[in-house]
C-alpha cells in the first residue's frame, strides 16, 4: 500500500457487503433461492420498453426522471416534485447518508438489519450504532433510547430483510413523531409491494417533516438487474439530494423499463399473490417438519435451527441438491437460512429436500 495515500477514516474498516451466491461447482442447473429475486421475472412490458431504448443508446437519459416520476406518482398517489430516482435503493440511501451526515455524526440501525446500513454509515465517516430487536422485529423503544446529541439518521427495513417481520404503520408513525429534533427517519421499503395494507411511510412523509421513504424495482418489479429505485420525501431533503446526485445516475433503458412496469399493474397483483400463496406454502410444510419461522410480509422466510452446527449441515445438504439459500451469520442470526419464495417447482422442491434432511437429522 502507498502510505503517501490513505482513505478515509473509517473506510478500512468497512467488511465489504457480499452478495447472494448463484453458482455452485460442478452443477449446471441451480435453484437459487438467496438474493430474494422474483422467479416470474418483469412485466413483458417492461422487457419490450427495455429493447426499444436500446436504439437511443447515443443519448443522454433524462437527468430528471420526469416520465418514470410521474409514472410512479400516477399508479401510487404521489407528488411527482418529492421523488428522486437513482441506481437502486441503495443509492438514494447513500444520498441520503451523504446529505444528513458525517464525520462525528451517528446512524442508527437495528442487530438484524440490512448489511449495507453500517457500510453506508462508515463510508461518509459517521459512526453505525446497532440496536437490539425484539423477537427479530424492529424495537422502536430501543432506537429512542439509542439517541443521542449526535444521531442523525435512523435508518429501518420495513419489512425487515432479513427477518420478514415489521412494525405497523401506527408504530412507525410513534418513532417518528418522538424522534429528537434534527433526526431523520429512513424507511426502506424494498419489500413493501409484498406487505398486506402497508403504504411504506407515504402517509407519514406527508405528515412528517423528518420521514423518507425509499423503494426499488428490484423485487416485484423483477428488474434487479437494472438497478433503479427511488425515495419519496419532504421537497427540501429531496432538494439536498438532487444536489449531490450524478446528473445520469440512471441510464434510459432502465428508466423506460420501470416505467412500464410500475403501470402494469396487473403483473405486480398476480406476483403479489403468487407469492403470498407460496410463501404461507412453504412457511407451513418447514413448520410440518420442525422448522419454525416468524410471519414473514416479503418474499422471503427466514428459517430458525436448533444450533449453528445444524444449518452447517443443512446449508451443505441443500447445496448438495443443487439448491442455494443464504446463510445468516453476519446478520447476527447464526441459527437461521433465509429462503426466497420461488415459483410452485422451486417451492416443492425446496421442501421436499428440507424435510429429507430433517428425517434424517434426527
Known sequence: MNRMLKPQPGILGIEAYEAGESSIAGREAVLK??????PYGPSQKAIDAYLAAASKLSRYPDSHHGSLRNAIAEVYGLLPDKLVCGAGSDEVIALLCQAYAG????IIHTEHGFLMYPILAKA???TPVQVRERNRRTDPESILEACGPDTRIVLIANPNNPTGTMISSDEARELADSLPEGVLLVLDG???????????GASL???CANVVMTRTFSKIYGLAALRIGYAYGPEDLIAAMDRIREPFNVGAPSLAAAEAAVRDTEHARRCREL???????????????GIPSDPSSANFILARFADPETVSRCDSFLRSRGILVRRMEKYNLPKCLRISIGDEAGCRSLASALNEFMAGDR
Do not use: F, I, K, P
Request: glycine share 10%; with cysteine; hydrophobic share 30%.
Open 103 to 106: 464525520e462525528g455524526d451517528e
Open 205 to 207: 412523509v406527508e405528515s
Open 190 to 200: 424494498a419489500y413493501v409491494e409484498y406487505a398486506d395494507g402497508y403504504d411504506g
Open 33 to 38: 433461492l438467496s438474493s430474494n429475486e422474483n
Open 275 to 289: 407469492n403470498a400463496r407460496w410463501r404461507r406454502w412453504l412457511s407451513e410444510r418447514l413448520e410440518e417438519c
Open 124 to 126: 461518509v465517516g459517521a
